[in-house]
C-alpha cells in the first residue's frame, strides 16, 4: 500500500477571524467550479496532504452537483463525459503510470460512477473503482465505508463499514475523522454515544481541512458537545465552513440571525439572505421551510425578495415591488456585489419581462440595467437555472 505517513502531518490553520464578505466570496468562488475540474483537480493534487483536503470539499460539490441537476444532466455532462472516457480509454488503460496516477484515476471513475456524472450511475462499478483506489487513497476506504453504511454497492454491514471508516481515520483522511465523531456524537456506527469522543474526531477532521468536520466543530461549541458552550467559537467555525462551500453551515448562521442569539443582533434579512444561499446548492427544501417560517409573523421587503426569487413566488416578489420598487433595485445590486451569479440568465429574463409591465415606474430603468450588467458563468453557480433551484422556465414572474 502507498498510503501516506500521518505523523508529520500539520493540520489546516483555521481562520477563525474571516469577516462576511471574505466568507461569501470564497463561497461563491467555491461552488463555481465546474463539476469536471472537480475531477481534474483530484488528479493534479501536489501531494497526498492536498489530495485529502481537495477530496474533502470536491466531495460535497458533487453530492451538491447532484442535488440541483436532473440525472440526464449528469449523464450528459459534455466536458466530464469527456474526461471519464479518455479515462476508460483502452489507450489510457494500458499506458504506464505512477501508483499514485492509478490510484486517482481509479477514484474519479468511482465518483463517476457513484453520482453518476458523465456515466450512467452504477453502484457496483463505483465499488469496484473504490477498491483499485483504497490500495493507495484513505479516502477511498471512507467511500467504501460510506457505501456498505447505505447498502450501496454491498449488502448493509455497520461492523465492515466501521472499520473500513477507521482505517481511512488512521491513514488521515479528514471525512473518515468526520464520520466517527458522527457515531460517538449520536450513538451511530456501532459506536456507544461519547460527546467528548466525538469532539476529539472532529477536531482532527477539522485539522484535516474538511469542511464537514469544520462544521462539525462549530457545533459541538453551540451545543455543548464535549467542549464548554462558546457561541463565538460556534459562529466562526460556521463561517469557515461556509467559506469552503459548506452550504449547510448556513443554517446556524441564519437561526442565529433570525433569532437574534447565539452571540449574533437580530437580522431578518441577513437571515433570509442565508437561508436563500443554501437553495444555490439545491438545499430547497430546508431553506423554504426557513423562509416560511420567517414570514409568518410580519411582512418584510427583504424576506419576500428573498423569498420570492427562492421558491419561485411572483406574487410575494409583486407585492414587494408594488409597496417598495428602489427596495428591489437596492437588494438587486446587492446580489450583483456579491458576484451577480445569484441571478440565472432566464431568471433575469423573467425579472425584465415583469418590469415591462411596469416602465411607468421610473425604477424601474435602473432595475433594467442593473439585470443588464449581470455576469453569466458557463458552469457552476449558473446551474441555478437547471431544475431543482429554479423549474423550467426559470422564475414565473407575472
Not at 505512477?98 to 486517482?104: D, G, L
Not at 437580522?267 to 417560517?293: C, H, I
Request: with cysteine; proline share 4%; aromatic share 12%.
Amino acid at each position: 500500500m502507498f498510503f501516506r505517513n500521518t505523523s508529520d502531518s500539520k493540520s489546516t490553520p483555521i481562520d477563525t477571524d474571516i469577516t462576511e464578505k471574505e466568507m461569501l466570496h470564497s463561497f461563491f468562488k467555491v461552488i463555481d467550479v465546474p463539476i469536471e475540474q472537480r475531477f481534474k483537480d483530484l488528479l493534479e493534487a501536489k501531494d497526498d496532504a492536498a489530495l485529502d483536503k481537495e477530496f474533502s470539499v470536491s466531495d460535497q460539490q458533487l453530492c451538491y452537483y447532484q442535488a440541483r441537476t436532473t440525472y440526464s444532466e449528469r449523464v450528459n455532462h459534455p466536458e466530464a463525459k469527456k474526461l471519464i472516457q479518455s479515462l476508460e480509454n483502452p489507450d489510457n488503460q494500458n499506458k504506464p503510470k505512477t501508483p499514485s496516477q492509478f490510484y486517482r484515476e481509479q477514484l474519479i471513475l468511482g465518483l463517476a460512477y457513484y453520482h453518476g456524472i458523465g456515466v450512467n450511475k452504477d453502484y457496483i462499478k463505483a465499488r469496484d473503482h473504490y477498491m483499485l483506489a483504497s490500495g493507495g487513497i484513505p479516502a477511498a476506504r471512507y467511500l467504501l465505508g460510506y457505501m456498505l453504511e447505505e447498502g450501496k454497492g454491498f449488502e448493509r454491514n455497520e461492523k465492515q463499514a466501521l472499520i473500513f471508516m477507521k482505517e481511512s481515520a488512521a491513514q488521515g483522511c479528514g471525512e473518515g475523522y468526520r464520520e466517527l465523531g458522527y457515531g460517538f456524537h449520536f450513538g451511530t456506527h456501532t459506536l456507544n454515544k461519547c460527546h467528548d469522543s466525538a469532539f476529539k474526531e472532529y477536531k482532527k477532521s477539522a485539522d484535516q481541512g474538511s469542511p464537514s468536520g469544520i462544521y462539525s466543530l462549530g457545533f459541538c461549541f453551540e451545543e455543548k458537545v464535549g467542549v464548554p458552550q462558546n457561541f463565538t467559537k460556534a459562529n466562526a467555525y460556521f463561517k469557515q465552513a461556509v467559506s469552503y462551500g459548506y452550504a449547510l453551515a448556513f443554517h446556524p448562521l441564519g437561526l442565529a440571525y433570525k433569532r437574534g442569539d447565539s452571540g449574533l443582533s437580530k437580522d431578518v434579512a441577513k437571515a433570509a439572505f442565508y437561508f436563500r444561499l443554501m437553495s444555490l446548492v439545491g438545499m430547497t427544501e430546508v431553506n423554504g421551510n426557513e423562509l416560511l417560517k420567517l414570514m409568518q409573523n410580519q411582512f418584510d421587503i427583504h424576506v419576500s425578495y428573498h423569498a420570492a426569487i427562492s421558491l419561485n413566488d411572483p406574487k410575494l416578489f409583486n407585492k414587494a415591488y408594488q409597496i417598495d420598487a428602489n427596495k428591489i433595485l437596492e437588494l438587486v445590486n446587492e446580489d450583483m456585489k456579491w458576484g451577480s451569479e445569484l441571478l440565472s440568465t432566464q431568471t433575469r429574463e423573467r425579472l425584465q419581462a415583469f418590469l415591462k409591465k411596469h416602465e411607468a415606474n421610473p425604477v424601474t430603468a435602473k432595475i433594467h440595467e442593473a439585470l443588464k450588467q449581470t455576469v453569466k458563468h458557463d458552469d457552476g453557480i449558473t446551474m441555478l437555472m437547471l431544475p431543482g433551484y429554479y423549474p423550467p422556465g426559470g422564475l414565473a414572474l407575472s
